[in-house]
Nanobody
């Protein structure tokens, strides 16, 4: 089991930046990947970015070049730096830890981008 706690969401104007953090309650093992998903009202939860223990990253096309995912394995924390934010980025952002077929989720943090 693991608990994930997100922080860093908020209200920002279009073009601004936010940095999300997700702290895990225990050490993250090398077989566990982490990622950020988001869900806007009335829409499904979609992958934003993911990162393996070794640091390989993957991004949704809509955020590629604007968002950067990183992780600090010593602190069991994953980050999402979001730049050049757009109103379409407005959503609840969820931290995810994946271990094989098992998925663990944080409680989510709201990001609202005003135009």
């Amino acid at each position: 089991q693991v608990q994930l706690v997100e922080s860093g969401g908020g209200l920002v104007q279009a073009g601004g930046s936010l940095r999300l953090s997700c702290a895990a309650s225990r050490r993250i093992f090398s077989i566990e990947d982490m990622g950020w998903y988001r869900q806007a009202p009335g829409r499904q939860r979609d992958l934003v970015a993911s990162i393996t223990h070794g640091g390989d990253t993957n991004y949704a096309d809509s955020v590629n070049g604007r968002f950067t995912i990183s992780r600090d394995n010593a602190k069991s924390t994953v980050y999402l730096q979001m730049n050049s934010l757009k109103p379409d980025d407005t959503a609840v952002y969820y931290c995810n830890l994946r271990r094989g077929a098992m998925n663990y989720w944080g409680q989510g943090t709201q990001v609202t981008v005003s135009s």
